[in-house]
C-alpha cells in the first residue's frame, strides 16, 4: 500500500511511515526503482519494464495492461509521434493540426464508436491475432517475432502504459 503511494507520488513517505518500511523489501524496491528511473540512464540503458501477460476474450484485452488507467492526451502525444508508435504513417486522423496523415491503413475517424476499448487494446497490443496479415506491428507483443535487432529481443515498442494512452485517445474518437 505505501509502495503504491510511494510511486505515485515519487517521493519518500512520512516520517511515522518511513522508520516502519525502512527495512523492508518492498520499500527498498521501490527506492531502487525511482533512484534508477532518475540515475542519468537513457532510456536503453535501464531495464524494461516486465511484459505484462494478458488474457484474450472474444476479439479483445478486457483487462488494462497498466495498472493506471490511459490518458488521452499523452495518447494523442503517442499517436503523432514519429518515433514511438507512428500511427499517423499510415492511419489518416481526424485532427486539423495534424497535416500529413497516411492512408494505409484504416482511418481513425470514429474508432471509439466502431471499437471497444477491450477491441482497441488487442489492436495495438497484437493486431495479427485479429488480422495475421497485418502490416502494423503487434506494439506489445515480444514472442514468435522475425527478425528483431538483438537490442530489442523481449522488449515491446510500446510499454504497457503507453498502450493504455493511445487507447484512451482512440477511444475518444467517437
Known amino acids: 500500500m505505501v509502495v503504491a503511494t510511494f510511486f505515485r507520488g515519487f517521493g519518500p513517505p512520512p516520517p511515522t511511515q518511513r522508520r516502519a518500511l525502512a527495512g523492508s523489501r518492498g520499500y527498498r524496491l521501490a527506492l531502487a526503482c525511482v533512484l534508477a528511473s532518475s540515475s542519468g540512464l537513457s532510456a536503453q540503458e535501464r531495464a524494461p519494464p516486465p511484459v505484462v501477460r494478458f488474457s484474450v476474450v472474444g476479439d479483445g ?12 492526451e499523452r495518447g494523442r502525444a503517442l499517436l503523432v509521434e514519429r518515433a514511438a508508435a507512428n500511427c499517423v504513417l499510415c492511419h489518416a486522423v481526424p485532427d486539423p493540426r495534424l497535416p500529413v496523415a497516411g492512408n494505409v491503413g484504416p482511418s481513425l475517424a470514429g474508432v471509439g464508436a466502431r471499437l471497444s476499448v477491450a477491441q482497441l487494446r488487442l489492436r495495438i497490443a497484437d ?3 485479429v488480422k495475421p ?7 506489445y507483443r515480444v514472442e514468435a517475432l522475425d527478425r528483431v535487432a538483438g537490442e530489442y529481443r523481449g522488449k515491446p515498442v510500446l510499454d504497457a502504459q503507453q498502450v493504455e494512452d493511445l487507447v484512451a485517445y482512440l477511444q475518444a474518437l467517437k
Open 133 to 139: 496479415d497485418a502490416v502494423m506491428p503487434s506494439y
Open 127 to 129: 493486431i495479427e491475432r
Open 61 to 72: 484485452i478486457p483487462q488494462r495492461l497498466s495498472p493506471l488507467p490511459g490518458n488521452a
